[in-house]
Structure formats: C-alpha cells, structure tokens
C-alpha cells in the first residue's frame, strides 16, 4: 500500500524529472499548449506539490517518448538513463538515410510487439572475475521514444567483508526485437572501458518467462579481458529497477537454491564458451 512519504517521494522525482526533460524541450507554455495540460496544473507538478492523475501521466509520458515508470525513478538515476547511456549516439543514427531504413523495416514496425518485453530481470552468467561463481546482476528494458533501452548493475562483494563491494559497474544500451530474437549492445558508464554485445531468446518454462543467450564483452585493461559467455533473464516484475532489486545483487555459488532450475540448466558446467 502506498503511504504518504511514497506519494511525496514520487512527486519529487517527478517533479525533478520534468524540469529537465522540459528544460530540453522549449518554452512551458509551448508544451502545455501542445500536450493540452493546464499551464497552472503543470506548475505544481513541475514544482512537486502533485502528482499527475493517471490521465495525465499517459499524456505526459506520450509527449515526451517515455514509458511512465521511467518518469519516476531517483532524478539523478533519471539523468543517467536520459543522457548517459550514449542515447545522442542513435539520435544522430536516426537521421542518416541509411540508417533511417533499418528502423522502418526492422524496429519501429515491432513497436507494440516489443513492449512485452519491458520490466526488471534478474541477469545470471558466469564470472569472468570470480571464477566458478554465478554472477546474478539487476536488468531492466524500458523504452524511450521509438527504442528500448536497458542499463543493469553488477556488483562483486569483497572477499574480506562480503557486505562491501569490491567492483561496481553499470552498464547502459539499446535492446533491439527482431524476429523473435532480442540483440542488445551496451557500455559500462562507471569505467568507460567496455562494451558488450548478446543475443537472446524468450522462453517460457513452467510458467515463468527467460530469456537465454551469449553475450561477449571487450574492454580496454587487464582486469576486464575479452570473453564470451551464456547468458540467462528471468523476468520478475514490469516497472524500473528499485533499491530493492540492487540488493540482490551479488555472486553466488553454482548450487545457490536462489538462482531458478531452469537458469542452472541453461548455464550449465561450461563457464566460458571456447575462444576461436
């Protein structure tokens, strides 16, 4: 049940989110005039004292090319989705001639298809840092304007004191649906110093939902070498990421009861697919 400190604390990322998102969109009046919101309506929600009705947020959500949940996530973690994940790069993509041909024939028609693939997954594969362990990491796809994106965090637990991290990183990119596959590329923003790409299927077994792949990672130092490896999803909720689903983060063992049958039997006893 939502409390009041919940309602205020969305009302404040909200609020921070929209300032934003107007601050790069032109003049308040315009976007009001455009969306058909009440300029005075629209300055309280811009200055946290409401929050949209249900109505409004669709109509918001819809002006700006964002699903509604991404309007309420922690502003700073808002900033990071927006600009941070090297959304400028396609933007600029999207105007080539070439480029403009692709999305008609191979994204934009699968739009209404590929929103079933929005929502939070927990991402296991095995560690190419610790090895022998399963690395189960937080993932999320939502979408943003024409695209899907994603972004998702690993975090390796020290040795010495399991309740610290000894490494972070967090990953942003691009989810592409094609003919019921999903092809992903990405970049670890805490590093920048590598980029990853996968390749997955949906399945369904025993009515929860995966998705089973490869991904391959290259980065620019020693301590993130090449690799290639099997890569399992199992979705568990639509929405954005939550502090929630960041605490379960971590490496576990082979065996750990927590980590889905299914996942262990995709995964296998192979920890990293054979280099060529």
Do not use: W
């Amino acid at each position: 049940m939502e409390t009041d400190e919940d309602t205020g604390l969305l009302a404040v990322n909200f609020a921070a989110n929209l300032r934003f998102l107007c601050e790069r969109s032109g003049s308040i009046s315009d976007i009001c005039r455009k969306m058909k919101i009440n300029r005075q309506q629209f300055n309280k929600y811009m200055s946290g004292l409401h929050v949209p009705s249900m109505q409004n947020r669709r109509i918001i959500a819809k002006y700006f090319g964002l699903s509604q949940d991404v309007l309420f996530v922690e502003h700073e973690e808002f900033r990071m989705l927006i600009e941070g994940n090297y959304f400028h790069t396609l933007e600029a993509l999207r105007h080539a001639a070439r480029f403009s041909g692709f999305l008609e024939t191979g994204l934009l028609h699968q739009r209404s298809a590929a929103d079933g693939y929005l929502g939070i997954y927990d991402r296991y594969q095995y560690s190419s840092i610790y090895k022998g362990k399963i690395l189960r990491s937080a993932f999320c796809i939502y979408r943003n304007r024409d695209f899907l994106q994603h972004y998702y965090v690993e975090r390796f637990p020290s040795f010495d004191r399991p309740s610290k991290a000894d490494y972070v990183f967090k990953y942003h990119g691009f989810t592409i649906p094609l003919d019921g596959r999903i092809f992903s590329i990405d970049f670890e923003v805490s590093q920048k110093n590598e980029m990853t790409f996968g390749i997955y299927a949906p399945v369904q077994r025993s009515a929860k939902n995966f998705m089973f792949g490869i991904t391959s990672g290259i980065a620019a130092t020693m301590l993130r070498p090449p690799y290639a490896t099997k890569v399992a999803m199992h979705f568990r909720s639509p929405g954005m990421l939550s502090k929630a689903d960041l605490r379960r983060v971590t490496t576990l063992e082979e065996n750990d009861s927590s980590i889905p049958v299914e996942v262990r039997q995709f995964l296998g006893s192979d920890e990293m697919l054979p280099r060529s």
